[in-house]
């Protein structure tokens, strides 16, 4: 009679243990680190993607500040509406291009002559593909975006030595920072177009002073590459001499053509070794 009630009493002890046991791990693990781990991942890490690319485009940004103006102000000045400059700045992109369009334009010259004077300018870019990292960001639209943004500031900021490690998405905010800054900065020159005096001088040497800026940075980091500064310096001066009429274009032309042929004969070297 005391037996059965003992036994009793200890057959219920051991049971609720386990269920006691595997409630209270399970819901405290799994709800508790999958919420709080991917929310926080994801958000953190675009805005400080954006961050990080908008402190690399702050420099050449404000060298876009200058000449945004000076093409806003040309382009009313010439007769155009003040949204003509916000939408070629937009969807041309083309920089230097940009300022011989608003002449194409009022002398209403016929497509196929701006379709080759924009290929002439912009030719340069088929060369920057050769080494932009393209590989770095996925999706089309993103590739797509990385192609039609891609401007020469863009591409001397993402292919120094420190920008290696630059994520595609860094790359994209990077291009589209750029992007409205001369978007923007072409819409306000456009509208305070007749603020500006005729006879402020120095804004058509910004984009000079940017390019000598980013041409340091990129010999800085070559400081144990000799050659190739003196490959693009010597190339620079063929074509002056052979090509004047086409300088830039030859001048890629032949800077290309000297970085293959060392990248073959420098290959060779430790195969016969």
Not at 91 to 102: D, M, P, Q, R, V
Not at 166 to 195: C, E, K, N, T
Request: hydrophobic share 50%.
């Amino acid at each position: 009679m005391n037996i059965s009630p003992a036994v009793a009493e200890d057959r219920p002890r051991p049971a609720p243990a386990p269920p006691s046991v595997s409630p209270s791990v399970s819901p405290s693990v799994s709800p508790s680190v999958s919420p709080s781990v991917s929310p926080s991942a994801g958000p953190s890490a675009g805005p400080s993607e954006a961050r990080a690319a908008f402190h690399d485009s702050a420099g050449a940004g404000l060298g876009f500040v200058p000449l945004g103006l000076a093409f806003g102000a040309l382009a009313t000045q010439s007769g155009l509406d003040w949204w003509w400059a916000g939408l070629s700045a937009t969807l041309a992109f083309g920089g230097s291009f940009e300022f011989l369009l608003i002449g194409m334009v009022t002398t209403a010259a016929p497509l196929a002559a701006i379709a080759l004077s924009a290929f002439m300018v912009n030719v340069r870019h088929v060369f920057y593909a050769l080494s932009f990292p393209l590989h770095r960001i996925t999706g089309r639209l993103g590739k797509t975006y990385a192609t039609f943004a891609l401007c020469d500031e863009a591409y001397a900021l993402t292919t120094g030595k420190q920008a290696r490690s630059h994520s595609g998405r860094r790359i994209l905010w990077l291009q589209l920072f750029l992007h409205l800054y001369w978007a923007g900065s072409a819409v306000a020159g456009a509208l305070l177009g007749s603020l500006i005096p005729d006879g402020v001088t120095g804004l058509d040497f910004a984009l000079t002073a940017m390019f000598t800026v980013l041409a340091l940075d990129a010999v800085r980091d070559l400081r144990g590459d000799l050659p190739t500064p003196a490959l693009a310096l010597l190339s620079a001066l063929a074509a002056r001499l052979l090509f004047p009429g086409q300088m830039l274009l030859a001048a890629f032309a032949l800077f290309t053509a000297a970085l293959l042929a060392r990248h073959l004969t420098t290959g060779r070297k430790p195969t016969h070794a």
